[in-house]
């Protein structure tokens, strides 16, 4: 069969309990309202316009067709249909990776469509577990990033210390807690420099304090979360653990993901750590053992940004007519936690196979004119490759959280 590389998307990185669950807000429809200005320290969360999803908005960009085309090994494929969970009982809270194209070094207020097709493909998929909030927030921008490749100058002057960044997504979580919340369970979700803003938040506003009675599980993609070699706690967080079985609560979950025959290079920027701790690797497909075959949910076609490339994934050969925004090709890529030299990532496998109707590659890596950047390995795919597993977890996790609560 005809080897053809997938598609992918971008994403950068950088660095109560009660006896019975709360009942659920009513949904109110929010207005939209004028945006604040750019340069003001501290944004008031309670603006609908500051939201990308969150219950009652008007236009609540995790409400959107998100059907998978089943792709099987024969070529043959059927539709998987998405339902949403009518009346869930926990929260979810994301962050999403970098993915502004604006010009200048932070993003402004104003959604764009890089954030809304990061939310489709990162975390709407969680609305059938939970209630969902995603906030925007003043991130460092694409523009600022691409300086380091060679890209141009960012417009503007930075944003002043403390305003923006890690700071918009702590008020927005205060203001979520203080109005939204009502003592629920909350899982918190984020990728890249999502990732690194929510691994700071868990660690100086959640542990130690009221809310970690709170805490489901957190998932950090695409960033690491350190712990001493050999142990599940210590290094990033005193008292948290990171996961280990599907039901366990009060646990993080964090992988980076790189090619199996393509390791990390000396120079990757994923994966290492020091002072006597190591990047951890939980893998979602298989928690206790840390080797699995993922449950995917791949883009049908198109980028992000087209840091990916510009070549459209065939899935089968010959090419199925595919009409749904997402494809599954079961049992395509196994997973493992491994650790080679100073690195420890997750290592993905194509299982190519001559007798499969179905693609022998995969893309994932970030496309350079000079050929793919190792250096950031499968960054692109670090959520695709695992979505159903990471659902299926959160789950597992919220069933557990309320029958303890």
Not at 5 to 25: F, K, N
Not at 158 to 185: C, F, K, S
Not at 272 to 295: E, F, W, Y
């Amino acid at each position: 069969m005809r080897a053809m590389l997938a598609g992918a998307t971008l994403a950068l990185t950088l660095m109560s309990s009660c006896t019975t669950a709360p009942p659920p807000l009513p949904v109110q429809v929010l207005p939209l309202q004028p945006l604040p200005a750019v340069d003001i320290a501290h944004a008031d969360f309670a603006n609908p316009s500051l939201w990308l999803c969150r219950p009652g908005l008007a236009d609540d960009k995790c409400k959107i067709n998100l059907d998978a085309t089943v792709i099987a090994t024969d070529g043959k494929t059927k539709v998987e249909k998405y339902a949403a969970a009518s009346d869930p009982k926990v929260d979810c809270f994301f962050v999403y990776p970098t993915v502004s194209d604006d010009k200048t070094w932070a993003s402004d207020w104003t959604v764009d469509k890089m954030e809304i097709d990061d939310i489709k493909l990162q975390f709407a998929r969680f609305g059938s577990v939970c209630r969902q909030f995603a906030p925007i927030y003043r991130q460092t921008t694409l523009t600022a990033l691409r300086i380091a490749s060679g890209g141009p100058q960012p417009e503007g002057e930075r944003l002043p210390q403390g305003v923006g960044g890690y700071n918009d997504v702590v008020d927005a979580w205060n203001w979520y807690m203080a109005n939204a919340n009502n003592g629920r369970g909350v899982i918190l979700i984020g990728h890249s420099q999502g990732a690194g803003v929510l691994a700071r938040l868990i660690a100086q506003e959640i542990e130690g304090k009221p809310a970690q009675k709170q805490l489901i599980s957190g998932m950090i993609m695409g960033s690491s979360v350190m712990v001493p070699q050999g142990k599940l706690t210590g290094g990033a967080y005193k008292t948290i653990p990171l996961c280990t079985a599907e039901d366990q609560v009060g646990c993080m979950i964090s992988y980076v993901t790189f090619r199996d025959r393509l390791p990390p290079p000396d120079t990757a920027r994923f994966g290492k750590a020091g002072g006597g701790n190591v990047a951890s690797c939980t893998n979602p497909a298989n928690l206790a053992t840390g080797k699995g075959i993922p449950d995917s949910y791949f883009l049908t076609k198109g980028f992000l940004n087209g840091s990916g490339g510009n070549v459209q994934p065939a899935w089968a050969t010959p090419a199925p007519t595919v009409t749904t925004p997402f494809v599954k090709t079961p049992g395509l890529v196994s997973t493992q936690c491994v650790t080679k030299g100073d690195y420890t990532y997750l290592e993905l496998h194509v299982n190519g196979n001559p007798n499969d109707a179905r693609t022998d590659e995969l893309g994932g890596e970030i496309a350079r004119a000079t050929g793919p950047d190792l250096n950031w390995g499968l960054h692109l795919i670090d959520v695709d490759h695992s979505m159903g597993d990471l659902i299926r977890i959160a789950g597992k996790q919220s069933a557990a959280y309320l029958k303890a609560n």
